[in-house]
């Protein structure tokens, strides 16, 4: 048995423990006292730490400031208003300090009296839009007289014609209620008689001659393949959710017929497709931009991203979308641009730059994508950005002038030189002045930059008053393309992308000349044909411009019941 330790022992152990912590305390005071010991070594240690934690913060603080910019712009482009025109509360207090720009007396003068003349085109147009807001408050409108009407009598409750009596049709209360009923469907049935002349002497058999479909050995009628092509590419409602809707009508189209109509109904237009090339790379001034689409890559078992390249002729009012295997690369521009000669205008895309060079090209750049690289900067250098946005804004006053008087392009020229250019002398200062106050790769640097580099080419639009001050035609032209891709999400080929090209042509051809795009697609459908053996014949007959002029389609307006 283990005898208890005595009371000596124990105290005896408590000392022990007690004398070990001690010399442990000692042992690491003398170690930290050893190192101040060296002062300078222990400063200079500090000051890397100090260093290095001011990188490490400065790399957050730039992490920072770019996820604060991503997230600006997502609510911008989300839920934040879609116009990216741009107006101060106090436009007056948005003027140069002149003492630091390098303009001489005279340029300051003139520049001084176009800001004042650019502000009352704004000012009066204000005030006659406020007089139309008064005039034209919302009323709600009458259903449309064109519509059949159908009268359904409803009498008071228990009403017979013993016991009650009706008061003249003067009393009556009328209301009316838009309805609809589904689309018909319905089969034609052809029947081709046949027969012979009494009067011949071998008396052969006629027979009635095959009606021309668009697609041989089909059943699908002009009207038919016209509803689909404009479902998918004008409405944005894919082949498979036709075919779903379709089948609450009790019809049943098998995708693989459908997609088979499509590869048809693109071969036939494009014949009118390279036409229309022809036609708008032959003008003297066009628009191009790109946008993207998701191509299904087989090697690689996932989509990948390709590029629509879009061409508008301005004043042909024509446009086509070219695919050449998705690539957005420099070789494509070579070879699409190839025979062009005249004014291009484009986004400012590098791609475009070896024009600048180029014999025969005038190249012209955006002032709407100029703009945008100062608003995005608001949130980065508000004051430098609201300035440049409020000049910008000027420059679009004078054109909106120009518009509200429908001024002619020699017009509208002179109005630019007058007002325009000193405006555009003025800027340009601005920004050579501004440059090396603000860091190059900020947003606001950036948007200097970016306008600085092509101020050559932001500024010709002057020169011509067909020239426009953006290209926004052609990048509204692309909106279909991007609402569209959203619906049926990819294309699954370069061929599927390149007969998207084809019939997306052709809806913006339409669009642009106001043509109803159903009509017209009847209409070529049903006529295509006759073409097929007639070189003689021009096929821009059918552009829609064309038939419209001639009264053989209508307009948009024309076959649709505004309310």
């Known amino acids: 048995m283990l005898e208890s330790p005595s009371k000596e ?4 152990q408590e000392l022990l423990h007690k004398l070990d912590a001690e010399r442990l305390k000692n042992a690491r005071l003398e170690s930290e006292l050893s190192q101040y010991k060296e002062p300078a070594k222990m400063k200079k240690d500090l000051e890397s730490r100090i260093k290095e934690q001011d990188i490490i913060i400065k790399k957050k603080d730039k992490t920072i400031d770019q996820l ?5 712009w997502l609510n911008r482009k989300f839920w934040g208003q879609s116009t990216e025109r741009h107006a101060s509360e106090d436009p007056a207090q948005l003027s140069f300090k002149f003492a630091e720009l390098k303009l001489t007396p005279e340029e300051e003068a003139a520049y001084k009296k176009a800001e004042a003349e ?11 839009s406020d007089k139309r807001q008064e005039k034209n408050r919302p009323t709600r409108k009458p259903l449309p007289e064109n519509l059949r009407r159908e009268v359904v009598h409803l009498y008071p409750v228990g009403y017979n014609e013993e016991e009650w009596e009706l008061l003249p049709e003067s009393f009556d209360e009328i209301s009316e209620v838009l309805s609809r009923k589904p689309a018909e469907y319905y ?12 009067n011949q002497v071998d008396r052969p058999i006629e027979t009635a001659p095959v009606p021309l ?31 779903e809707k379709l089948k609450r009508d009790g019809i049943s189209l098998p995708p693989p017929t459908v997609n088979d109509w499509f590869l048809e109904v693109a071969d036939l237009l494009r014949p009118l497709y390279y036409r229309i090339r022809e036609l708008v790379l032959g003008s003297d001034y066009i628009q191009a931009d790109e946008t993207t689409v998701p191509i299904i890559n087989n090697e690689k078992h996932r989509t990948v991203k390709g590029y629509f390249w879009q061409v508008r002729a301005v004043i042909l009012n024509l446009l086509f979308f070219h695919y050449d295997h998705g690539s957005r690369g420099k070789e494509v521009a070579l070879g699409l641009f190839a025979h062009f000669s005249g004014a291009m205008q484009t986004d400012g895309y590098a791609v475009y730059d070896i024009y600048e060079k180029k014999d025969g090209v005038l190249s012209l750049v955006c ?5 945008r690289y100062f608003e995005r900067a608001l949130s980065n250098d508000k004051a430098r950005a609201e300035l440049a946005l409020e000049k910008i804004r000027l420059l679009y006053e004078v054109e909106r002038e120009a518009d509200d ?17 000193p405006i555009l002398m003025g800027f340009e200062a601005w920004l050579q002045a501004e440059a090396p106050k603000v860091m190059p790769k900020s947003p606001i640097g950036k948007a200097i930059n970016f306008a600085l580099q092509r101020y050559d080419r932001l500024c010709r639009y002057v020169v011509d008053g067909r020239y426009r001050i953006d290209n926004n035609l052609v990048e509204n032209s692309q909106r279909p393309v991007a609402v569209g891709k959203h619906g049926y999400l990819f294309c699954g080929n370069d061929d599927a ?4 090209a084809v019939m997306y042509t052709m809806m913006g051809c339409c669009k642009a000349a106001g043509v109803n795009v159903y009509d017209w697609l009847v209409y070529f459908l049903d006529h295509a044909h006759e073409y097929d053996y007639a070189p003689e014949r021009d096929l821009a007959e059918l552009l829609p411009g064309n038939l419209l002029a001639k009264g053989l389609v209508k307009a948009i307006g024309e076959t649709t019941n505004t309310l």
């Open 9 to 12: 022992q124990v105290l005896i």
């Open 68 to 72: 604060n910019q991503r997230i600006a």
């Open 118 to 128: 650019a502000e009352a085109f704004r000012q009066q147009r204000k005030a006659a």
């Open 213 to 243: 479909l668009p697609i041989a050995k089909s059943y699908a009628s002009a009207e038919l393949l016209a509803d689909l092509m404009v479902g998918k590419y004008a409405d944005h409602m894919p082949f498979y959710r036709q075919i």
């Open 367 to 371: 002032w709407a994508h100029a703009r």
């Open 405 to 421: 008087k429908q001024m002619s392009y020699e017009e509208r020229r002179q109005l630019r030189m007058d007002v325009s250019v």
């Open 497 to 500: 992308a390149e007969d998207a």
């Open 187 to 198: 089969v034609i049935r052809y029947v081709r008689h046949k027969a012979v002349r009494k």
